[in-house]
């Protein structure tokens, strides 16, 4: 008899200890979603494998970011939420948690204050434009040119895209309204501060389609990240839009004549957001997770592997050297005030608005 | 026969008539058989008809109006949107109460999403207007209109009421409606305005594309097969194998292979520039358009044309050629009239196979086809993972099944399904 409950006391013990890891209430497992390639490298590199080191937990990279809303949203309504932090853009944190997918974080008590005690909510600043997003670095989707193809003056304004005398040739643009609708509006004389009141009416939209339409024929549309620098490289466009990081990656490492634009930059965000429905251990440690990954020392060690700007305010001093190429890498973030001249802030409200409707439009106007 | 004598029924030995023990035996035979297939079956259901038939029946549902604005949508139906006034205090004092409700569970911000596929603005007024009702009482601080007004100004604009209250069925034709480029409005189904017309057009250059890749398959495909059907069986092999080693190969790598082949400054444009054929300025653009996408595909579906062909000429005894020769056919005729009709019944095979995959093809022309080789899979696809409008890529998908039924069923009446063949 004895035994018996001794037995069944052990197993419930071991069964009990597998689940929960050492100190009594953390999963010691964790599956984390982000965009695969350099980006997720360098996650691993500056977050990962700090974390699992201290903790003796076993992280699992899925590279399923592009396709994150959809999954989690498959995931939540069977019932079974496999991911325990999500790396995604600003735009998909708020549809997340527009749906309900994505848990609310307070962020003064749930990250990490910055070394000279200022509070989290302050140090990202504005940056928080979720209540579910903790952002984590800022990119800016940007123009690069190759230097060998654009003639003697290389261009300093974004116009130069709409400018097919002065640069002929042709251009890579992506396959998607915003950003491009905002940049023709900007060249066709919009002021910078009026795109988005002018973009929310009928005749914004015309004038900017209208704009785009003198260099259709000149534009190659892609839809991945990487096809720019590649199509720069190939020489088969003059100039084209991507994320400053790729182009970072062409200019630096492959070494390819091709030089960043700036201007006009448009900022964005990407950070993480922890799916609704995980059970209290799993939920656990993914805040724990995220209090590590998001504090002011981490976000600078990002900087050492891509050339996005971490999103602290209290990180960008520490900026470093590129871990492998030891370059500075202050001057490569978008931030840099050398860079970041003349910026456009995504507007985030504007786009969950409209997205659906101007892109019906765009799609329609692409096919003609 | 008859199963009764001038005495009644045919008895068994056991006493019961004939007829029932005959039917209780077979019963349990049919019982038996059922049971042998069952896991095929639950398997297949489970898996395959289930997700299908729930992915396919968000095409008209909408019950979420309803059920997170249940109050407001019953008072919504004593209101005349006609008369273009805005609703009584009775509608805006429910929707205060609904919404209370719905803040608590978080469901207003996605009821925003649904209705921003109808009217653009009601995403953000749903999530700013949540976060500001969120500190009114539903009861102590009656009345509300005002107050609403004052919070969003949409809320003092009849054109939000009246989606609201078109929108409210469980059931919606909506979807289907948007899916063929129309939309519901409170006065009925009408056409989406010029500048979003696309989807009609997206159907007709996927039917189009398709039948075009599958000719340029059979064209492609018919000497193939011939030539494997007919060599020494060490030659065949070999050939079979280069056929096969694309199928093998990743799609991407393939797809990509051909964008490397085709760009302006690809192989195909230097090598013509290089023996003088076109001139430099003037390369052939031979990518980012429909040419890319039919190119491209073709290569990619050969496979599926060349394979059911092989295994029926394969059937055809070699002898037949031969005897129509011998009794003075020319070649032409002999191929034409002896071989060609028994090889038909692997073109039809190949044909429809090649054909439904090419309908609902995304990758290959997301990458190659620019902006005019694109199909109405990769609006289908734009629609589930990144709109999220799972209702509106639904009717899409359901649409796409029928015409895909509709033509298989014109085939199988023009053609006759029986003539196609496998092996």
């Known amino acids: 008899m004895k035994l018996t409950k001794t037995l069944m006391a052990t197993t419930a013990l071991t069964v009990a200890a597998s689940m929960v890891s050492a100190d009594g209430h953390m999963a010691n497992e964790m599956t984390i979603v982000s965009w695969g390639g350099a980006y997720s490298a360098s996650q691993k590199g500056a977050y990962h494998d700090p974390y699992a080191e201290a903790n003796g937990v076993n992280i699992i990279n899925d590279d399923s970011s592009a396709e994150a809303v959809a999954k989690l949203r498959a995931m939540s309504e069977a019932g079974n939420v496999t991911w325990d932090v999500v790396d995604v853009v600003a735009a998909d944190a708020i549809r997340l948690c527009d749906e309900g997918l994505a848990m609310e974080i307070d962020a003064d008590t749930m990250l990490a204050d910055a070394p000279d005690g200022t509070k989290a909510s302050e140090d990202f600043g504005d940056l928080l434009v979720s209540d579910c997003f903790i952002p984590q670095i800022v990119y800016s989707t940007t123009f690069g040119y190759r230097t060998d193809l654009v003639g003697d003056t290389a261009p300093t304004s974004v116009c130069a895209v709409f400018d097919t005398e002065a640069y002929p040739g042709k251009r890579a643009l992506e396959k998607r309204p915003i950003n491009n609708m905002e940049w023709a509006l900007l060249c066709d004389g919009v002021a910078k501060s009026e795109v988005y009141d002018v973009l929310g009416t009928e005749a914004g939209q015309n004038q900017a389609l209208a704009k785009l339409d003198t260099i259709k024929d000149d534009v190659i549309w892609w839809s991945a990240g990487a096809d720019t620098p590649q199509l720069l490289a190939d020489g088969e466009v003059i100039m084209g839009s991507t994320y400053n990081g790729r182009l970072f990656a062409a200019i630096e490492e492959q070494k390819q004549p091709i030089a960043m634009l700036w201007d006009a930059q448009v900022f964005d965000l990407d950070g993480w957001i922890i799916p609704t429905g995980l059970s209290p251990e799993r939920q656990a440690r993914a805040l724990d997770y995220i209090m590590f990954a998001t504090d002011t020392q981490r976000l600078a060690d990002q900087a050492q592997y891509i050339s996005y700007g971490p999103a602290r305010k209290s990180s960008a001093p520490l900026v470093g050297k590129h871990k492998t190429l030891g370059i500075d890498m202050a001057p490569h973030m978008p931030t840099d005030p050398e860079n970041a001249k003349n910026t456009f802030l995504y507007n985030y409200e504007f786009w969950a608005d409209y997205r659906d409707d101007i892109d019906a439009k765009f799609q329609a106007w692409l096919a003609k | ?423």
């Open chain 2, 1 to 423: 026969m008859s199963d009764s004598t001038a005495d009644g029924p045919v008895i068994a030995a056991d006493g019961t008539p004939l007829k029932r023990s005959l039917a209780r035996a077979m019963r349990r035979q049919k019982l038996r058989a059922l049971l042998l297939v069952a896991p095929l079956l639950i398997f297949v259901l489970l898996t395959f008809i289930f997700p299908i038939a729930n992915m396919l029946s968000r095409s008209v549902q909408n019950d979420i109006v309803v059920n997170t604005l249940p109050e407001t949508v019953r008072e919504l139906g004593r209101w005349d949107a006609s008369t273009g006034e805005l609703p009584d205090e009775a509608v805006y004092a429910a929707f205060a109460r609904d919404m209370a409700v719905a803040i608590e569970a978080k469901r207003h911000t996605r009821l925003g999403s649904r209705l921003n596929y109808e009217k653009t603005g009601m995403s953000s007024m749903f999530r700013q207007s949540g976060r500001k009702m969120k500190k009114l009482d539903p009861i102590a601080d009656a009345p509300f209109k005002e107050k609403l007004i004052k919070i969003h100004k949409g809320w003092g604009d009849v054109e939000m009421w009246k989606v609201i209250q078109t929108h409210s069925g469980i059931y919606t034709s909506g979807y289907f409606l948007n899916a063929i480029d129309a939309q519901k409005t409170p006065d009925g189904p009408a056409w989406q305005p010029e500048e979003k017309q696309i989807l009609l057009k997206l159907f007709g250059r996927t039917l189009v594309m398709s039948l075009i890749i599958t000719g340029s398959c059979i064209l492609l495909g018919y000497p193939i097969a011939w030539l494997l059907a007919n060599s020494s069986a060490r030659t065949a092999n070999l050939l079979l194998i280069l056929v096969l080693l694309p199928f093998w190969t990743s799609l991407l790598v393939r797809t990509s292979a051909w964008k490397v082949m085709l760009q302006q400054n690809g192989v195909i444009n230097e090598v013509l520039v290089w023996i003088g054929l076109v001139p430099d300025a003037e390369r052939l653009i031979l990518i980012n358009n429909q040419f890319g996408t039919i190119v491209a595909m073709t290569h990619i579906l050969l496979p599926f044309m060349i394979l059911p062909m092989y295994s029926v000429m394969q059937t055809i005894p070699q002898t037949y050629l031969r005897a129509a020769k011998s009794l003075g056919a020319t070649n032409w005729t002999a191929f034409w009239r002896v071989y060609f009709p028994q090889s038909v019944p692997g073109i039809g095979a190949g044909s429809i196979l090649v054909f439904i995959l090419s309908i609902g093809y995304y990758i290959t022309p997301e990458i190659v086809g620019g902006t005019k080789g694109v199909f109405i899979s990769n609006r289908i696809a734009y629609h589930i993972s990144s709109s999220l409008n799972w209702g509106l890529a639904a009717a899409l998908g359901t649409i796409l099944l029928i015409v895909v039924l509709a033509l298989y069923w014109a085939y199988d009446k023009i053609v006759g399904i029986d003539n196609v063949k496998l092996g």
